[in-house]
C-alpha cells in the first residue's frame, strides 16, 4: 500500500471513499465535513439530527455519493470527545476506517488532514499520524494463507492526504515520510512476531537483521556458539544447550554520533519460541511462545528505522537469540550457570530464561561502554497479570532516564508504567548455592524478574520494559490489528530522537 500527498479541493477527488470526520456531540458540521455534507444535500447533518450518528470514537457514517462527489462513497469517521483528542486519536480513526473501507472493497481512498482546524493539531504531525494509522491499521499477516477471493484478501492500494495549501507541501512530505519509515519498522517487528518458530530460528532471526543492516548501511555481527563460549556466555549457552539450534548473539550498530561509545543501547530479549524447557508450560497457549522475540524484534525493526532518519548519536542494538526446549541435554532446574561477568546463577526454573540470557547481552552492552540501556523483553507472566494487555511495565535504576523513556513512550502512545525497584526485593532472589537466583517466587515476579536484570547493569542508567503483556493483542483496537502490535518499536524510534535533539 503507498501513500501519498497532493493538493487537491476535496470535493474533486476521484476514488472510491473520501474520508471526513466528525467531533462526539458536535451537531453542526464545520469545515471540510460541512462542505461534503452540503454537496450531499445535507444527508450527513440529517444522520446526526436523527441520531444515527454522534462522532463516537471508533463509529463511523458510511454513505455513497451518487454522482453527487467525484468520490463513490464518503466515510465520515468519528473522532471522539474533541477534550480527548490528539496524535493517538488520529491514529487510531484512521485505522479504524480504512479497514472498513477495506471490507468493503475500496482500493483507492483520499482522506483530509483530521483536528487541523478545530482540532488544534499542526498538519505536519496529523500527517505523519495518519501516515502511521493507515499503514499500521492496514497490516496484515496472511503469508501462510491460500489467496481467495474473500474478504480476508481485500486490499487498499492507495491512501492520499489531500492539502488544501501547497505552502504546506514539503514539510507534510516530509512528515508522512516520517510516518512511513517509523510504520514499516512498526510492521517489521509485528511480522517478526507473527512468524512461526519453525520459519524463524535463531539463524533466521540473524538473517533478518543482516537483511536489515545490508539496506540500512549499518555495521551487523553475529556471533555463534563458539564466539559466545570464548565470551564467557554461560547463561546464553546455558538456556540454549537443550535445543539442536544453536544460540547466537546479534549485534547491530549505527554511527550517527561523535563519541566512540554507543550513546544508546537497545538490548531486546531473542526466544524464538518458549517451552519453558524442564520447567515446561502447560500446553494451552503455548503457541504464544512463538513470540518470545518481541524484545529482539523491536529492537531490530528500531535500528531500520533509525538507518533511515538518522539522529546524530550512536545506537547498538543488542539481541541474545535461542530457543528454550527440554531434552536429554537440556538446563535442569538446581543447574549452576555463569554469566559473562563471572557471577553465578542459580537456575531454580528453567521457564525463567529471558533473564538469564539477558543478564549476559547486558554484560556485553557494558562491555561496549553504551552510555544508557533500554531493555525489551516479554519477560513475566506477572506484569501481564499486574498491568493487562493495555501498559507494559517499566522499571529502573535511573529515574532521569525512567522520565526520558516514559516522555517517548508518551509521546506515541505506547502505554508504561513504572513498577518499583525497592531493595527489600533482592531478599527474593538470594540464592544458598549461586550469587543469585533466578526466581524470586510468587510474590511481584515482575518486579524479581527487574531485579535480576539490575544485578547485571551495574551504573549505567537503565530502563527494562517488560512486554509480556502488551506484544500479542486479543483483537483489532485501532491502529493494531489482531496479533502482533510491534510495542515498542515506536518509543524506541521516538527515544533515539529526543536523545539525538538534546545532545546537538
Ligand atoms: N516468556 C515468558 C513470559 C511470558 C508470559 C510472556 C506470558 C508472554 C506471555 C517467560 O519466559 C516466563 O516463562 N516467565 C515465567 C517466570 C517464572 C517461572 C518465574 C512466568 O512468568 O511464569
Ligand atoms: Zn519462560
Ligand atoms: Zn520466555
Redesign the pocket.
Known sequence: MNVEVRVQDILAYKGDALIVNLFEGVTKPGGATAAVDQALGGLISQAIAQGEFQGKAGTHLLLHTQGKLKAERVLVAGLGKQAQFGRDAVRSATGEALRLLRRHGCRQVGTILHGTGTGGLDVAEVAQAITEGALLGLYTFDRYKRKTDDDDHRAIDEVSLLLRDRAQMAEVRASSTTGQIVARAVNLARDLVNEPSNYLTPQDLAAQARAVAKAQRLSCQVFGKRELQRLGMGALLGVAQGSSRPPVLIVLSYRGGRGKQPDLGLVG?G?TF?S?GI?I?PSE?ME??K??M?GGAAVIATMAAIGQLKPAINVTAIVPACE?LPSGSALKPGDVVRAMDGKTIEV????????LILADALCYARRLDCQRLVDA????????VALGSIRSGAFTNNQGWMDQVRSAAEAVGEKVWQMPMDGEYDEQIKSDVADVK????RKA??V??AKFLARFVGETPWVHLD???T??AEKERGDSPKGATGVPVRTLIRLAGDLAQKKG
Open positions: 530479549k526466544i518458549d519453558g520447567s508450560k497457549g504464544q511462545m513470540g518470545d518481541a528454550n531454580v526454573n528453567t521457564d525463567a530464561e529471558g533473564r523483553a516479554t519477560l513475566t507472566g506477572a506484569c501481564v533466578n526466581v524470586g517466587g515476579g515482575a524479581t524478574a512486554i509480556a503483556g506484544t500479542q
